[in-house]
T-cell receptor, first 113, second 115 residues
Framework: GESVGLHLPTLSVQEGDNSIINCAYSNSASDYFIWYKQESGKGPQFIIDIRSNMDKRQGQRVTVLLNKTVKHLSLQIAATQPGDSAVYFCAEIVDTGGFKTIFGAGTRLFVKA | KAGVTQTPRYLIKTRGQQVTLSCSPISGHRSVSWYQQTPGQGLQFLFEYFSETQRNKGNFPGRFSGRQFSNSRSEMNVSTLELGDSALYLC??????????????FGPGTRLTVL
């Protein structure tokens, strides 16, 4: 099937440090990009989104950067906390008459106390 | 306001059987999308329904089908189950399917195991 991103990598960071999770996407026609967080036993939870006409958006402790030239998306988490431990997915939204969400493979984030 | 609910949460079936999964969207939400999540393939889009009509479909065989009822509740069906259908099936609802993307809210999923 269609996919965004590569294999599921793992990122391990110390509590309090900043985390950067990267993602490569394939469809240059996408209108939106979204980062989701998925904790064990739960469905994905929306973190932050960015429109294709922007290159940066900030939320609470999170920043998303979009580089359309190289089709790259990143999520920066400031002052990472143990509660941030989860799998993070990037996703692109393509409008094909209906909205199709194409997810990346995900990155597992471990936060060491 | 209650979130997206999916039933059952866990299901065990054998090859060749068929299965029906149910999803109740957030009250007032009219769009329901289904996804399959496996360790090997990640999260893959199955289909999206809005006002009882399928608006979008992913790259899955015809054994995978779905429908949406007038109250926006949705079901998906998988016939002639294969071992590879073992996965977490996620449902997501959004307020409406318009010209602008609406945030999706995911349910906890149904874990299907095919033996």
């Amino acid at each position: 099937g269609e996919s965004v991103g590569l294999h599921l990598p793992t990122l391990s960071v110390q509590e309090g440090d900043n985390s950067i999770i990267n993602c490569a996407y394939s469809n240059s026609a996408s209108d939106y990009f979204i980062w989701y967080k998925q904790e064990s036993g739960k469905g994905p939870q929306f973190i932050i989104d960015i429109r294709s006409n922007m290159d940066k958006r900030q939320g609470q402790r999170v920043t998303v950067l979009l580089n359309k030239t190289v089709k790259h998306l990143s999520l920066q988490i400031a002052a990472t906390q143990p509660g941030d431990s989860a799998v993070y997915f990037c996703a692109e939204i393509v409008d094909t008459g209906g909205f199709k969400t194409i997810f990346g493979a995900g990155t597992r984030l471990f936060v060491k106390a | 306001k209650a979130g997206v609910t999916q039933t059952p949460r866990y299901l065990i079936k054998t090859r060749g059987q068929q299965v029906t999964l149910s999803c109740s969207p957030i009250s007032g939400h009219r769009s329901v999308s289904w996804y399959q999540q496996t360790p090997g393939q990640g999260l893959q889009f199955l289909f999206e329904y809005f006002s009882e009509t399928q608006r979008n479909k992913g790259n899955f065989p015809g054994r995978f089908s779905g429908r949406q009822f007038s109250n926006s509740r949705s079901e998906m069906n998988v016939s002639t189950l294969e071992l590879g259908d073992s996965a977490l099936y996620l449902c997501a609802s959004s307020l409406l399917a318009s010209s602008s993307y609406n945030e999706q809210f995911f349910g906890p999923g149904t874990r299907l195991t095919v033996l």
